[in-house]
């Protein structure tokens, strides 16, 4: 029990003195850059997404867009 009053102690010491919390304005700024990030991905993924699953549909293909999920279940017969 000692050992975790202890370990407990220590963290507290640590996250209080040792660590340096970032500003508000430093977190705005990270938040902004990984929603950014975030959109770019995505953006990216769906433009592979949307080109791969044209291409795998096949000729029976009524025109509408599945991508790889419509690619998948097509395998798997569902």
């Known amino acids: ?12 010491n640590e996250l209080v003195h040792k ?10 700024s990270s938040a902004i ?18 080109v791969f699953g044209v291409q795998n549909m096949g000729a029976e293909d009524t025109g509408f867009w599945k991508g790889v ?3 998948i279940y097509k395998l798997i017969g569902a």
């Open 33 to 50: 850059v990984v929603l950014v990030s975030a959109l770019i991905l995505s953006l990216i993924i769906f433009v592979m997404d949307y």
């Open 1 to 12: 029990m000692a050992s975790f009053k202890t370990y407990l102690s220590e963290s507290y």
């Open 19 to 28: 660590v340096s919390w970032p500003t508000w304005k430093e977190l705005q």
């Open 69 to 71: 999920l419509g690619f």
